[in-house]
């Protein structure tokens, strides 16, 4: 069906079966098949292209998280998404409807906090208090994130058990890994000096604790298979954390729920210029964008997002935020990088194996064009169009300041 896909492509048709009739959503307006269709046609083409399990989070492009209800409406927009971050508790046969659709599921976790009078994790504080880390006064750390509740010592040998066995429970329900949130301890913790619990690690502060905690825990979720993995996000990446964990977050990337506005474009290029060289080799980078809380359309937002973190070599992620109005992002499959980003007049664009991926500056628009020779056809993603030569023979665009854009490319025999 691949090279039917392909040949309906190159003559602007639909293949058979293929292409829904055309209507109006994500907001675009309605357009007529050669166009609006040719989008679902390429997704279809990208889906198929998926890499194999040996190198697929290298390869990922995005992925996305849902902590709500899971029922088959919601597990079906999940369809050939690289992974998905699930709560935890969700039942192994949920976990095997997400990969009927082709989509892998990480467990959401934590190991940094819990409450204490409620069982959380398959665990209650209370009953455990070896696990809480203890500060230098005697006081038990409260959480920066929650204040009702406490932080716990991944150098207490209780705990350790605990995080291991939670592990344990988590990969026999058929996860693919885990995905573990607020990657941040406590510095240090006083337990054996009050009596509280002793120490796995004596005079080891608890980024070293916590760093042997990750390696024994990817070490039993590699028991499973290589293709299974550890994501750790302790809001952004941590060097300390490299190696013990397969890929680490990027959180609030530019837009997020925290604040009205995107980051300015030089914090955007500061974060490719710190953790660019991460995924470059091979640790992967995953950003989370929450998209809808500027004054930009969430379209807009969405797209810019996307487009920054592929220039920079990161899997992108918004936890489903910009689904009503940019939900094709989620099924875009542009291939790895052909060359590094290149910075132009007004503009910064990267070439992919299917693709190009532009943002044009904040401080000014811009106008390129791309080879109509090289790439006889081509499509705005974005606005669901057809690209067309322009007098010159090339396709000319002109772009407004701040907008991220994909333009799809196939070239005859490609």
Request: neutral net charge; contains cysteine.
């Amino acid at each position: 069906m691949l090279r039917e896909d392909l040949i309906a492509w190159l003559k602007y048709e639909c293949p058979p079966g293929r292409c829904q009739p055309a209507r109006q959503e994500n907001g675009f307006s309605q357009r007529n098949c050669v166009d609006m269709n040719l989008i679902s046609c390429m997704l279809a083409l990208t889906i198929a292209a998926t890499p194999s399990a040996q190198t697929w989070l290298k390869d990922a492009e995005i992925c996305n998280g849902w902590y709500n209800s899971w029922d088959d409406a919601i597990i079906s927009r999940m369809q050939e998404m690289p992974f998905v971050v699930a709560p935890h508790p969700i039942t192994e046969a949920t976990i095997g409807k997400v990969h009927k659709v082709g989509a892998r599921v990480l467990l959401y976790v934590t190991f940094y906090q819990m409450p204490p009078d409620e069982y959380y994790q398959h665990a209650k504080v209370s009953e455990h208090p070896d696990w809480i880390c203890i500060h230098s006064d005697g006081t038990e750390g409260v959480s920066t994130l929650h204040s009702d509740r406490v932080t716990l010592c991944p150098n207490s040998p209780g705990f350790r058990d605990y995080a291991l066995k939670t592990t344990k429970l988590i990969m026999a329900k058929g996860a693919d890994g885990l995905f573990i949130d607020n990657g941040d301890p406590d510095l240090n913790c006083e337990g054996p000096k009050f009596g509280r619990h002793k120490h796995i690690y004596p005079g080891k502060d608890n980024t070293y604790a916590y760093r042997k905690l990750l390696e024994e825990i990817r070490a039993e979720v590699k028991k499973h298979g290589e293709d299974k993995i550890v994501i750790v996000n302790p809001g952004a990446p941590f060097q300390a954390w490299v190696g013990a964990c397969d890929g680490q977050m990027l959180e609030s990337y530019i837009c997020s729920w925290a604040w009205d506005n995107r980051w300015e474009e030089r914090k955007i290029l500061k974060m490719r210029e710190i953790y660019g060289p991460l995924a470059e080799k091979g640790d992967a980078v995953v950003t989370l964008s929450t998209v809808g809380h500027t004054k930009n359309p969430v379209r807009e937002d969405a797209y810019y997002c996307y487009a920054w973190s592929r220039l920079s070599g990161f899997i992108w992620a918004d936890w489903f935020t910009g689904k009503d109005a940019a939900g094709e992002l989620y099924r875009l499959r542009i291939g790895i990088p052909i060359g590094p980003m290149k910075t132009c007049d007004g503009y910064f664009m990267r070439e992919f194996e299917r693709g190009l991926v532009v943002v044009s500056s904040q401080e000014k628009g811009a106008s390129f064009k791309i080879s109509a020779k090289d790439h006889p056809q081509a499509l705005d993603l974005f606005n669901a169009v057809r690209l067309k030569p322009g007098p010159s023979g090339d396709y000319e665009i002109t772009l407004p300041p701040g907008a991220g854009r994909v333009y799809m490319m196939m070239t005859p025999g490609s």
